[in-house]
T-cell receptor, first 114, second 111 residues
């Protein structure tokens, strides 16, 4: 089945540790995104990528980093510089140009920093 | 920057009652999308509206895009418990703009 796979689903980390969240898609989509969702709030864009080896900052990129070495993969690293990292992280993809069509979401990764 | 607000934040209805959520943008939108997120789940795309004044229906769901392309609504007729979740609108202000999500409306349906 085609889709987006995020791992891990749940992650606990101590303050000061970097964490990398995995996102893999087999939909052959060009654009990929990372969103952050806090309880009772909407989705906020962290980073997005329209093509391999290129990515752009979203609205809340500080304290995060990404890479896009392969079309299928768009991992997100939550660094120790992110002041409030506990949140639900959603990876998404879309067929064509970024922000132009339907987003397909993964099931999310819930990060808790102790 | 672009802001997209939704009202109400939360609504609790009895099964069979109607429900409407409203989405308002601070800027004119080139298109608007709607998503549904079940509790504990991920957002799932429902529909995209592009034209001024556009109305689209999906069974009991009716989506409207305002004439000025700055607002949109989602109306559910005769809600069912399967409608429970949070409904998000998301809009793009122009070709160079990013998709901005609204704050969401959480719908609770009880028997």
């Amino acid at each position: 089945d085609g889709g987006i796979t995020q791992s891990p689903k749940y992650l606990f980390r101590k303050e000061g540790q970097n964490v990398t969240l995995s996102c893999e898609q087999n939909l052959n989509h060009d654009a990929m995104y990372w969103y952050r969702q806090d309880p009772g709030q909407g989705l906020r864009l962290i980073y997005y990528s329209q093509i391999v080896n290129d990515f752009q900052k979203g609205d809340i990129a500080e304290g995060y980093s990404v890479s896009r070495e392969k079309k299928e993969s768009f991992p997100l690293t939550v660094t120790s510089a992110q002041k409030n990292p506990t949140a639900f992280y959603l990876c998404a993809s879309s067929i064509n140009r970024a922000h132009s069509g339907e987003l397909f979401f993964g099931e999310g990764s819930r990060l808790t920093v102790l | 920057g672009q802001q997209v607000m939704q009202i109400p934040q939360y609504q609790h209805v009895q099964e069979g009652e109607d429900f409407t959520t409203y989405c308002n943008s601070s800027t004119t939108l080139s298109n608007i999308q709607w998503y549904k997120q079940r509790p504990g789940g991920h957002p799932v795309f429902l529909i995209q509206l592009v034209k001024s004044g556009e109305v689209k229906k999906q069974k009991r769901l009716t989506f409207q895009f305002g004439e000025a392309k700055k607002n949109s609504s989602l109306h559910i007729t005769a809600t069912q418990t399967t409608d429970v979740g949070t409904y998000f609108c998301a809009g793009v202000a122009g070709t160079a703009s990013k998709l901005t999500f609204g704050t969401g409306t959480r719908l609770q349906v009880t028997l």
